[in-house]
């Protein structure tokens, strides 16, 4: 008779039989208790909106008799976002024959018997394919219009640019801000870190200072240094003419080369505090006894921050470029506050754009602007992962 090898029982199984106590069981009801809570407002308001607005990225959604009507469209939204993102992408609008056409033609063999019987159609529009296919066969009959129809298609195709300029130029606007905005600000915030790290006299005072414009709401942020930025009686313009500086006191917010670069500073300095206290968070994290050796065996502050800070501090360097890269491509409250993403769409970025196409322009369709949220959302993701990818090779070459 075959016998079953019995698993050895665990040292808490035989201890709590030993002692006559029940077997231990993880507390599930505790551990739903505290977990449960977290996941149900991560379903709700994290999982749920991310696949609802997938969802309806497929669909027109429009108002019609006080009610929101939704309405399956496949791809369509994503077809248009291409087409307006690519202005090599032209579409048809329309058929005319003309004198350009029929010179074609005849360039091709047409009959000039057809040709002649084509003239009562010189330079009348229709707007789609089968009414200019009707036509044809009233004037030249079916059969020659089935054996000549592509050469007439060609010929007389009204086709235009479906490139859709403002949302190149939001798209343009946000790659700009995604490649310069977390450059800029993790290379200031390095800086400033370190200062206070070295206790420089007043780092004190710095700290504090440097991380106070984060306490501010960003509406409020944008509003103060909207006003500063004012042409009139802007404080900066004030100033540079009080000192005789009257050639720089110019319309900040109304050229065309300029609004763009203002809310990049305006966002620029309502966050780098965060990104300051989390690399100031990482230099008090480094071992000192690392760092005294360093200074015992001869090398100055330069050498310090080149050779050991900034290697350790790499991971932390990437959690702060991942975090300020998302944060610059959907940055909104700033510049719907300082320009609203004018003049002229000089400083128009994709939030702000879909804000205007769901809300702002009376298009009366939430489909397009979810589909471009979506597109969005994939663009930031691959972005953040070429960043991490890009750095975590720099990372393990340190060995940290």
Not at 174 to 186: D, N, Q, S, Y
Request: with cysteine.
């Amino acid at each position: 008779m075959t016998q079953h090898a019995q698993r050895p029982k665990s040292n808490r199984q035989t201890a709590a039989q030993k002692s006559g106590a029940k077997p231990f069981r993880k507390p599930w009801a505790m551990i739903l208790l505290f977990i449960g809570p977290v996941m149900l407002f991560y379903c709700i308001f994290i999982i749920y909106p991310l696949l609802s607005t997938f969802y309806y990225s497929f669909h027109t959604i429009a108002p019609q008799a006080g009610q929101l009507v939704t309405k399956f469209v496949g791809l369509k939204n994503y077809e248009t976002l291409v087409k307006g993102l690519f202005p090599f992408w032209k579409s048809t609008v329309g058929f005319k024959l003309n004198k350009t056409a029929l010179k074609n033609l005849d360039a091709e063999g047409l009959s000039p018997h057809i040709l002649e019987q084509l003239t009562p159609l010189l330079n009348r529009k229709f707007d789609d394919e089968q009414a200019f296919v009707e036509a044809l066969e009233a004037q030249i009959g079916q059969a020659s219009t089935t054996q000549y129809k592509a050469r007439f298609l060609n010929h007389a195709r009204l086709t235009k640019n479906t490139g859709d300029r403002i949302f190149r130029m939001a798209v343009h606007h946000t790659l700009i801000w995604g490649a310069v905005g977390p450059t800029l600000e993790m290379l200031v915030a390095t800086i400033l870190a370190f200062i206070v790290y070295f206790k420089v006299p007043f780092h004190r005072f710095y700290r504090a200072a440097w991380f106070a414009p984060m306490l501010i709401i960003g509406v409020i942020a944008g509003m103060i240094w909207k006003w500063i930025f004012n042409y009139d009686w802007g404080l900066l313009n004030v100033g540079l003419r009080a000192i005789g500086l009257e050639d720089l006191a110019i319309n900040w917010l109304g050229r065309r080369d300029t609004p763009l670069w203002v809310v990049i500073f305006v966002h620029f300095w309502n966050t780098f505090g965060f990104s300051f206290v989390l690399i100031l968070a990482g230099l008090t994290q480094v071992d000192q006894e690392v760092v005294e050796s360093a200074y015992i065996d001869g090398a100055n502050h330069l050498q310090v921050c080149r050779r050991i800070l900034l290697p350790l501090l790499l991971p932390v360097l990437k959690t702060v470029l991942i975090l300020s890269f998302m944060g610059k491509m959907r940055a909104f409250h700033i510049v719907w506050v300082v320009t609203q993403g004018g003049p002229m769409h000089f400083s128009e970025t994709v939030a702000t754009y879909v804000q205007k196409r769901a809300f702002g322009w009376g298009t009366v369709d939430l489909g397009y602007p979810t589909a471009i949220a979506v597109f969005w959302f994939g663009i930031v993701i691959i972005g953040v992962s070429l960043i991490d990818r890009w750095l975590k090779s720099r990372i393990a070459k340190y060995g940290v």
